[in-house]
């Protein structure tokens, strides 16, 4: 049952990564009755919690006037998108470090 739900999902969880468009796209493929899956999920919350917070933090530093600020704030969220795209590549629910377990908690109601 758990590889049919990941089969299911796979694809939904790669594109929710991709864009902040891809996560509508996603959450509303995933949204079908036949296609549902958990693992899909998992990976649409992780991805919508980054991309929020992207824009969110992405608004404020770009009130700074530092190439060290915005270079070190888009190295941390390119490592945090790898991570969790290779976590929807490779087959895993892996949590995104750092924020990842708050964002399952924020939109636990999402999907369900």
Not at 34 to 62: E, M, P, V
Not at 78 to 106: E, H, M, W
Request: glycine letters at 8%.
């Amino acid at each position: 049952m758990i590889e049919n739900d990941i089969d299911r999902g796979r694809q939904n969880a790669i594109i929710s990564y991709l864009t902040i468009i891809g996560v509508i796209i996603a959450f509303y493929l995933n949204k079908e009755e036949d296609k549902r899956s958990d693992f899909a999920n998992f990976h649409i919350r992780q991805s919508l919690g980054l991309w929020l917070t992207f824009w969110a933090l992405g608004y404020i530093i770009g009130s700074f006037d530092s190439w060290l600020v915005s270079s070190s704030f888009y190295l941390c969220f390119a490592v945090l998108f790898i991570y969790g795209f290779t976590g929807a590549l490779g087959r895993k629910k892996q949590i995104v470090p750092l924020v990842g377990a708050f964002y399952q908690k924020l939109f636990a109601n999402l999907g369900n």
